[in-house]
């Protein structure tokens, strides 16, 4: 089955990153019509146990191989509509969330979700772990998902209660390989935030957030009184580049790449600094972002 692929494919831009990465096997699944295709290739790799990732807008991945020994499968399946009358939302895994938040307002004079407005990825990253900002998270406003479960090759609908949604997380991203995410249904009728924030998300992401080669934060926050950025900071690490590594200089929790960098100095630079903070202030820093790797 998988020699109907496409092989040794260059996938290096579908990380922000941008490390040089290759696919062994790869498809492109981009319509439902595909859907019957994309069954078979998820059950038969889970069968056979034969690795493959699924990426969406790839805001959130590192790549931390040279090449993929499975098949990398990109999402590309698009589509959304919002109703006026019982403000529910339906989007596909591929939509991009902050480009659905800009229309919502701009043609429906929906401001729920302002403040993911320049929020970077797909519906798919934003559910797979739970993204939020200043407050807002995706779980908030979530009411269904339908998916794929691929060890009994069949799709089902899960319920808010179903999906184990905590912070950074949810069912999807802690049963890795289980799930494929179509679509979701979110209910935009009432604002629900974990707190709140009268921060200009545009302006700060504008000019607070620096642009280039980066998956955004990379570690999850320890807490609201001890941010990840402040911590790095803290031990000396803001703006401190080993080879095309670096962290930036504008926010210290913003991994980088001069366009350079291997995979190799991203991890280094990563180990570094979860050493210092934990020698420093005995505080785990955990990745937000996915490392994608594999044993030599």
């Given amino acids: 089955m998988l020699d109907k692929l496409r092989q040794h494919v260059d996938i290096s831009e579908f990380s922000n990153f941008r490390t040089p990465s290759m696919a062994r096997y790869f498809f492109e699944f981009q319509d439902i019509s595909e859907l019957w295709q994309l069954q078979?290739?998820?059950?038969?790799?889970?069968?056979?146990?034969?690795?493959?990732?699924?990426?969406?807008?790839?805001?959130?991945?590192?790549?931390?191989?040279?090449?993929?020994?499975?098949?990398?499968i990109i999402n590309r399946y698009k589509g959304w509509s919002y109703d006026d009358a019982t403000s529910l939302l339906e989007a596909s895994s591929?939509?991009?969330i902050s480009d659905i938040a800009t229309i919502l307002e701009r043609e429906d004079d929906q401001y729920?979700?302002?403040?993911?407005?320049?929020?970077?990825?797909?519906?798919?990253?934003?559910?797979y772990g739970n993204a939020g900002c200043f407050g807002l998270e995706t779980e908030n406003n979530f009411v269904s998902a339908e998916v794929i479960y691929i060890p009994a090759r069949e799709t089902r609908i899960l319920q808010k209660q179903d999906m184990?949604?905590?912070?950074?997380?949810?069912?999807?991203?802690?049963?890795?390989?289980?799930?494929?995410?179509?679509?979701?249904?979110?209910?935009?009728s009432q604002k629900i935030e974990k707190y709140a924030s009268d921060i200009d998300n545009i302006y700060f992401r504008e000019h607070k957030q620096p642009k280039g080669n980066t998956c955004g934060s990379f570690?999850?926050?320890?807490?609201?009184?001890?941010?990840?950025?402040?911590?790095?900071?803290?031990?000396?690490?803001?703006?401190v580049k080993l080879w095309g590594a670096f962290f930036s200089e504008k926010h210290a929790n913003f991994l980088m790449s001069d366009g350079s960098a291997t995979y190799e100095d991203l991890l280094q630079l990563i180990e570094e600094a979860q050493?210092?903070?934990q020698e420093t202030f005995s505080v785990s820093l955990v990745p937000e972002v996915r490392i994608i790797s594999f044993p030599h």
């Fill in 40 to 72: 078979e290739i998820l059950h038969y790799c889970y069968i056979k146990e034969i690795p493959y990732l699924i990426i969406g807008g790839g805001t959130n991945m590192l790549f931390a191989f040279d090449e993929y020994p499975g098949v990398v």
């Fill in 94 to 96: 591929a939509e991009n």
């Fill in 112 to 127: 729920l979700w302002h403040r993911f407005i320049g929020l970077p990825g797909t519906i798919w990253g934003a559910v």
């Fill in 164 to 188: 184990d949604f905590s912070y950074r997380s949810s069912l999807l991203k802690e049963h890795p390989g289980e799930y494929f995410l179509l679509r979701v249904t979110f209910d935009l």
């Fill in 219 to 239: 570690f999850k926050n320890p807490s609201r009184e001890q941010s990840a950025g402040y911590l790095i900071e803290q031990v000396w690490l803001k703006g």
């Fill in 275 to 277: 050493h210092r903070v």
